[in-house]
């Protein structure tokens, strides 16, 4: 975390070199990186220096589940999901520059980690909620890696070979949000982390995870139009396949947000969302994570780094 932790402070532009400050600072900023990266990667310190060029004075914090690099991005693939949202959630909480409140930007997997810090914690809160690529209603298949990443690769082939074995459900990242449309019994009985936060698991549904959620005020869910990682891709959009037995042979049905039914009897809070015009849809053109300027610069301007008014004080730099 060392290093983009000390971003905010190279970053600051200070309204006065000496004076009374004008007590108008941006919204701070929450990042939690994806699959196969970590908090402090180089791509991560240059995605916050870019931000930090769009709102100037803006404090950025990188969510790590481990300080050394190599190991928090081993984390990625191998750990309880639940039990790192916990750790995040504790490590924000200590975080000085966030108490008032924060926006976040959760890029692939960290986009449902980061909301079900809002659903189960939230405190401090979440203002704005950007999600790219991100998995809210599961994969149907295990992200394929890259030909090097031999860490990788071995936690899909145990995910792939027993995803709903308990070992799985506890220790591979990816198998704790894989979501098999024809195997919804088993999904529902053995998984602890998605349809848990998705409430899908009948009778046990946890209202505070949808008073929490619709206290956000944007959702902004960004698809990937290429993405052929997350499968399905509108799966970024809350959608998901239908049930094989439910579609024509040789092909495949997505369920939209609006017809799933954690949407229809509003058990997380994402219809009252969406019916307040908080819900933002947006499509980047391209692959899984393919973040070009055009991409996401629009989305940080308008959603990051709102203005937070403070009681004037005078401020020296030094």
């Not at 004008?22 to 240059?46: F, I, K, Q």
């Not at 916050?48 to 190991?71: C, T």
């Not at 914690?121 to 298949?141: A, C, E, K, R």
């Not at 849809?281 to 301007?301: A, I, S």
Request: charged share 20%; proline share 5%.
């Amino acid at each position: 975390m060392r290093l983009l932790k000390l971003l905010p402070l190279a970053l600051t532009v200070l309204p006065s070199v000496l004076g009374v400050s004008l007590g108008v600072t941006p919204r701070p900023l929450v990042l939690w990186h994806g699959m196969g990266d970590s908090h402090a990667s180089r791509a991560m310190v240059e995605f916050g220096e870019l931000i930090a060029k769009v709102h100037p004075g803006i404090f950025i914090y990188s969510v790590y589940i481990e300080e050394d690099q190599e190991q928090d991005r081993r984390a990625s693939f191998y750990g309880n999901v639940n039990e790192q949202v916990e750790f995040a959630a504790e490590q924000i909480a200590n975080v000085t520059e966030l108490q008032d409140g924060f926006d976040a930007i959760g890029f692939s997997q960290a986009g449902q980690f980061l909301r079900t810090y809002v659903e189960r914690y939230n405190m401090p809160p979440v203002h704005n909620l950007i999600t790219f690529g991100s998995q809210h209603m599961g994969i149907s298949d295990i992200p394929a890696c890259k030909p090097w990443d031999l860490v990788c690769q071995a936690a899909r082939r145990a995910a792939k070979s027993s995803v709903y074995s308990h070992w799985a459900q506890t220790n591979l990242v990816q198998a704790q949000y894989y979501r098999d449309p024809d195997r919804l019994e088993a999904y529902l009985a053995n998984n602890k982390f998605l349809a848990d936060i998705n409430n899908e698991i009948p009778d046990t549904h946890n209202a505070t995870y949808a008073k929490n959620f619709a206290t956000l005020n944007k959702l902004v869910l960004v698809l990937f139009s290429k993405d052929i990682t997350v499968v399905p891709k509108e799966s970024a959009w809350f959608g998901s396949y239908a049930p094989s037995d439910e579609t024509i042979p040789g092909e495949t049905t997505i369920i939209p947000m609006r017809m799933q039914e954690i949407y229809i009897h509003d058990t997380i809070g994402l219809k009252r969302l969406d019916e307040e015009g908080d819900v933002i849809f947006k499509t980047c053109e391209g692959v899984h994570m393919q973040l070009t300027e055009d991409c996401w610069r629009p989305l940080v301007k308008e959603f990051v780094g709102g203005a937070v008014r403070k009681t004037p004080s005078f401020r020296i730099q030094i």
